[in-house]
C-alpha cells in the first residue's frame, strides 16, 4: 500500500491517506470540505482514525478542528507545537486552534496495521515541527523541514530557528530513508541524496 496524495488548499501542501486497517491521514490541509470530498474517492471519512500534523501552520493543519468535530479522529501533534498554538500566533492573517488528543514527543510510534509511524523530532521551521517516519518501508514525511531538491521549510516565521533547523536535517541525515513524502510538492525517490543536499545549502546559507 502505497501513500496517496491529496494535493490541499490554499496553499497546495500536501495531504497523505494511509489507508491501512487504522486509517490516517498526514496534514489534512486548510479547508475541511475539500479534504472531506478528496477523502471521500477513496474511503468513508468517518474512518479516518489519526490526523497526524507535522506542524501548525494554516496550510497544513487548519481543517483539523472541522475534521476532529465531525469524524472524532484523533489529533496528534507534538507537544511543543501545541504551546506554539495555544500562544494564538496568526500566519498570514489565519490563526484557528485544535484540542489535540495525542500530544507526541521524538521517538513515540504509532501502529496502523502494516504501517507503522515513528516520531521525529525536527525543529527549525517551527518547534514543534515533526517528521513521521516508516522505518520498514523507509518513508519520510517530511512536513515543511525538508522538501525535495535541495529545499527546506523558512526559519523566518513565528517560532523558526535556524540552527535548529541545521540540526534536525543532520538528524535526518542519518536516517535509512528512500523515499521523501515532504509537506509540498512531488514525492521522490533517493530520498537521502535530497535530505543531504538541504543540509549542505541550509549550512551555507542559514
Ligand atoms: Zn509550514
Redesign the pocket.
Known amino acids: 500500500m502505497e501513500p496517496i496524495r491529496i494535493v490541499t488548499p490554499p496553499l497546495m501542501a500536501n495531504c497523505y491517506l494511509l489507508a491501512d486497517e487504522r486509517p490516517a491521514i498526514i496534514d489534512c490541509g486548510g479547508d475541511s470540505s475539500f479534504i472531506v470530498k478528496a477523502l471521500s474517492r477513496y474511503l468513508n471519512p468517518k474512518e479516518i482514525e489519526f490526523v497526524f500534523l507535522t506542524?501548525s501552520?494554516f496550510?497544513?493543519a487548519m481543517a483539523s478542528p472541522d475534521l476532529k468535530r465531525w469524524f472524532e479522529c484523533k489529533v496528534v501533534m507534538h507537544e511543543m507545537e501545541f504551546e506554539l498554538l495555544k500562544s494564538g500566533y496568526s500566519l498570514f492573517g489565519y490563526r484557528f486552534y485544535v484540542e489535540p488528543d495525542f500530544l507526541v514527543k521524538d521517538g513515540d510510534v504509532f501502529e496502523l496495521g502494516e504501517i507503522e509511524l515513528r516520531v521525529i523530532h525536527t525543529p527549525g521551521?517551527?518547534p514543534g515541527s515533526v517528521c513521521y517516519y516508516e522505518p520498514n518501508r523507509k518513508w519520510l514525511f517530511s512536513?515543511?523541514t525538508v522538501f525535495s531538491h535541495g529545499a527546506f521549510?523558512r526559519t523566518d516565521?513565528p517560532g523558526g530557528n535556524s540552527s535548529e533547523l541545521i540540526k534536525s536535517l543532520e538528524k535526518l541525515s542519518k536516517l535509512d530513508v528512500e523515499k521523501l513524502y515532504p509537506?509540498h510538492e512531488e514525492p521522490v525517490e533517493n530520498a537521502r541524496m535530497h535530505i543531504l543536499k538541504a543540509l549542505e545549502i541550509a549550512k551555507t546559507i542559514l
Open positions: 506542524h501552520h496550510d497544513h521551521h517551527t512536513g515543511d521549510g516565521l509537506g
